[in-house]
């Protein structure tokens, strides 16, 4: 027969392991559910990774590919629209003109230019570094003379990690070009410090290969970290910094911080000023 004390003992014991049991279940619980948020953290920052090195300031093919990879990229629903702050077009349409080569020099290097983006946002200016850039100067004040810009959307904004405005793309979906392609300049300017373009930076998107710039560019309305990879060539007013602002402040059609922009932004007429 179990005495009194013997089954006390065993009680306990019985107790103990229960206890054990508990324990044991309660940490794989645990460990099982800290998998799930770690997984769910990790698809979060790999998306958000994503969207950071993405072709944000490129074009032609390497540019569809970015937006394949955006589209199966977890990311949030697109946000409701805000009030569209800009006018409507004004008539008109694009023009298709392709050039086979780069135009040849004719801007004078040791001089002052300004261009000007009227756009349905309001107007744009920019001083432009013609002596720093003088090929990329050069094919603005070509480009703008044929009126290759006017009418044409710019159709970028990104709003999370780096922060531009893209235009210059007449076919309006990060693809299109002059036909002919610039070499990079200006990749030292003392405004690249730490991997940084400025807010007030106007430079050239190009497919993530040296000297594939075109006619894409893009505005940069907050300080931005970008490698020294895009050719600086203009410095924007302050007026023209609120115009981005507030096209900035509508968002942009994904909700995640990479798309075409809310605002109605389409350059009515792009011109270069000698002065």
Known sequence: MVSQE????????????????????ARRKANVRNSVIASVLGVVVIGSVALYTTGVLKNGDDDKKTNASADVTPSATPSS???????????????????????????????????????????????????????????????????FFDHTKCHRLTTNGIYVLQCGDPTGQGSGGPGYTIPDENLKDASLKGNKYPAGTVAMANTGQKHTGGSQFFLVYKDSPLPPSYTPFGTIDASGLKVLDKIAAAGENTGAGDGAPNATVVINKATVVKS
């Open 6 to 25: 013997q089954r006390r003992r065993q009680l306990a014991r019985e107790k103990f392991l229960r206890q054990q049991q508990r324990r044991t279940s």
């Open 81 to 147: 629209k805000a009030p569209d702050p800009c006018a409507k077009p004004a008539a008109g349409s694009i023009g298709k003109l392709q050039w086979k080569k780069e135009p040849a020099m004719t801007i004078d290097t040791s001089a002052k230019y300004t261009m000007k983006l009227a756009t349905t946002c309001g107007d744009i200016g920019i001083a432009l570094k013609a002596s720093a850039a003088p090929h990329t100067v050069n094919s603005f004040d070509f480009l703008a003379g044929k009126g």
